[in-house]
């Protein structure tokens, strides 16, 4: 089938894309920055908080610029796709509270969690435990009905999506071929690569996904974003660099092609089979969004955008082993086999990501911290989290928009060990 084209809320025609050149197999020319095209057409500056020259101009990532002004209004902003809410929203009944700890043990000292919090450009904290909030706060532009743009925290989303899929018989097994569900898989690295590999960021595809790196290959995924070409398009171009199976690199073009496979195999948009699958059963209280590109093909490798609590219940729903009210939503053994490193180049300390190799492990598109917790996270670029701990019974949202996120390939940047230590801290304290 072809490639889906469902756009039911967005921006219209998109704006100019400017000159911006795109060649997929070995560019040699610089590469533009990762940007999305900021577009006024449907709302006036006013509404999205912009200046004139902001609304007719780029907005880059990994700047070091602000950007909590930006995040909550992509959907605006940007091509998206709306997804009413639940016609019965589940809200999270209210558990004794809270206080976050003040300390927690980062770099053999102990450090400031309000510093944390700060310096992270935090803008939603939420501390779910049994299911009940022991513990919300917002900052700068966050607030309890504010959407956030995930980033890869989608990845996540997705693959509970291929686990529903599975357990329909709509996908036969995850050890079928990516590329029998979406004609533009064929001729691509994808082509004869096994679902599971795919889910586990080991298809073997050419990538560099170093958000400091201006010519890496994340960067030019956002030139189709712009209108030069199609996501399909720009999956369909990629190639072949190790053996499938062979190495976990992370790589956000394979949840992108997850997410053809997807809409291939259920036969509807991702927007629409979210709705059905997740949305309604969990009651989510907001509508919710997918960034699109031109051709409204939504960018599931992180184009998501939830309202906290929201983004709560996927952890929820895994917290519970896939069951939520009674109701099984995605098979136990489903969110078993996704929480779990299954593979020795899986492991912890194995996956890599630009050239260095990362201390967690890796699942179906969940994270898998090191040690003997059971905890997983999904995670996103400039500090995003859904942190489940199962020993616990505690979920963690904390949403972010870390201005110095991706301007270097260094903890002082990215601040992902001190955001583990953020949680290690408060987990300790729910004991």
Same mark, same amino acid.
């Given at each position: %089938? ?41 709302? +006036? ?73 700060? $310096?992270?450009?935090?803008? #939603? ?5 049994? @299911? ?12 309890? @009905? ?7 925290? !989608? ?45 586990? %960021? +080991?298809?073997?595809?050419?990538? $560099?996904?170093?958000? !400091? ?49 997807? !809409? ?34 939504? %960018? ?36 078993? #086999? ?39 996270? #999904?995670?996103?670029?400039? $500090? ?39 949680? +290690? ?7």
């Amino acid at each position: %089938m072809g490639s889906p084209a469902f756009k039911a809320g967005g921006m219209g025609d998109p704006c100019p894309a400017g000159s911006i050149p795109v060649h997929l197999r070995q560019p040699s020319f610089p590469a533009p920055a990762l940007t999305l095209k900021w577009c006024s057409t449907a709302w +006036s500056n006013h509404d999205l908080g912009m200046s004139d020259d902001e609304a007719s101009g780029l907005r880059p990532l990994f700047t070091g610029a602000s950007m909590h002004d930006y995040f909550p209004i992509m959907m605006k902003a940007e091509p998206s796709v709306r997804m009413d809410a639940a016609p019965e929203p589940h809200t999270f009944p209210v558990g004794e509270p809270f206080d976050l700890p003040q300390t927690m043990f980062f770099n053999d000292t102990d450090q400031s969690v309000e510093d944390c919090l700060v $310096n992270t450009d935090t803008v #939603a904290v939420v501390v779910l435990q049994d @299911g009940k909030v022991r513990h919300e706060q917002y900052r700068l532009t966050g607030g309890p @009905g504010v959407h956030w743009i995930s980033w890869s925290v !989608a990845k996540s989303f997705i693959s509970t999506l291929i686990g529903i899929a599975v357990e329909e018989g709509r996908i036969a097994s995850i050890t079928d071929a990516i590329s029998d569900y979406h004609p533009k898989l064929v001729g691509s690295a994808y082509e004869g690569v096994s679902i599971e590999d795919v889910l586990q %960021m +080991s298809s073997g595809a050419r990538w $560099n996904e170093d958000y !400091a790196d201006p010519e890496s290959d994340i960067h030019r995924f956002g030139a189709a974003m712009t209108g030069e070409l199609t996501l399909d398009d720009f999956v369909h171009g990629m190639e072949n660099e190790h053996p499938p199976g062979s190495l976990c690199r992370y790589n956000s073009a394979d949840t992108q092609a997850l997410g053809m496979m997807l !809409a291939g195999a259920v036969g509807r948009p991702v927007a629409e089979y979210m709705k059905d699958k997740l949305i309604d059963p969990l009651g989510f209280e907001a509508e919710g969004y997918w960034i699109t590109d031109t051709a409204g093909v939504e %960018m599931t490798a992180g184009g998501l955008m939830l309202t906290p609590h929201d983004f709560a219940k996927l952890g929820e729903l895994f917290r519970r082993g896939g069951d939520w009210m009674g109701e099984q939503i995605v098979s136990t053994d489903w969110v078993a #086999a996704a929480t779990r490193a299954n593979k020795p180049h899986t492991q912890p300390g194995k996956p890599v990501i630009a050239g260095g190799s990362l201390p967690t492990g890796y699942g179906y598109q969940w994270w898998l911290p090191p040690g003997d917790r059971g905890n997983f996270q #999904a995670i996103g670029i400039y $500090n995003q989290y859904i942190h489940v701990d199962p020993m616990t019974e505690s979920v963690i949202v904390k949403l972010s928009a870390n201005r110095t996120y991706g301007t270097a390939t260094s903890e002082e940047a990215d601040m992902e060990g001190a955001n583990d230590a953020f949680f +290690s801290a408060v987990v300790a304290a729910l004991d």
